[in-house]
Each structure stands twice: as structure tokens, then as C-alpha cells.
């Protein structure tokens, strides 16, 4: 029996199942077919979600903004060393915003590219396109 509301009279013994690998999300890959790939296949979101510039979703473009990123970091990071030399430690009282500004998409990028760079491997082993949606 499934849970569906909280009315319904329920299985005591009932687990909802977990998405498992074996179960494939069907895409168009960029010879224009329908492939079944499995989640690590698919790698990063495709589609532009509706928005009006299209997302970098390759791996060569996410790797260049995860290192756009990494020199921003760089540059944080001299800003607290210099603040530290100085002694002016009130500052960072007034940008302490631009801190997880950076960090979240810093780690996000680079997360990002590893799992595409995962996803890439294994569509190559299984010789399958690269989805485009």
C-alpha cells in the first residue's frame, strides 16, 4: 500500500523505494536520438530551464568558470591576508557578505565539473552522445 495522504490507512511494514541507477532518464543526444541514460550518465542539467541566456553545461565551459571562480577565490584570500597584515580587521566586519557570496559558487562549479567530467567517462565507456536536453 502506498502513502499518499495522511488519511489513508497505511502499511506499518511500507519503505518508499529509492531512486535506483538501473532506472534511465530518456533524453535526445546530439546525433538527434532518444538514449536512456543513467543518472551519473546524464551528468549536469541540460535544458536552459526557460531562462533567456543558455546555461554552460559542458565540461570545458564549467571548467573555465570553476577557474574564474578559483582566481576570485585567490583574491579573497589576499584581501584577508592584507587585512590581517594591516590590522583593520573592522572591515571584514562590513563585507563578511562577500564571503559565502564566493565560496558557494566556487564549490558549486568545481562540484559541478567533476560530476559532468564523471558523466563524460561513462557515456564513453558505454559509447553513447552527450545529451543536449
Not at 502499511?11 to 530518456?26: A, E, G, K
Amino acid at each position: 500500500m502506498a502513502r499518499r495522504s495522511q488519511g489513508v490507512p497505511q502499511d506499518p511494514s511500507y519503505v518508499p523505494s529509492d531512486r535506483s541507477d538501473d532506472q534511465l532518464i530518456y533524453r535526445r543526444a546530439e546525433n538527434d536520438e532518444m538514449v536512456g541514460y543513467t543518472p551519473a550518465e546524464y551528468g549536469v542539467r541540460k535544458d536552459d530551464g526557460g531562462g533567456l541566456i543558455k546555461p554552460v553545461n559542458s565540461s570545458g565551459g564549467i571548467l573555465f568558470l570553476a577557474l574564474l571562480l578559483t582566481v576570485g577565490m585567490g583574491v579573497l584570500v589576499y584581501f584577508v591576508v592584507q587585512v590581517a597584515i594591516q590590522g583593520a580587521w573592522h572591515m571584514l566586519g562590513e563585507v563578511w557578505w562577500v564571503f559565502p557570496a564566493c565560496i558557494y559558487p566556487f564549490t558549486f562549479a568545481w562540484m559541478s565539473y567533476l560530476k559532468e567530467r564523471r558523466a563524460e567517462r561513462l557515456r564513453k565507456a558505454r559509447n553513447l552522445s552527450r545529451p543536449i536536453e
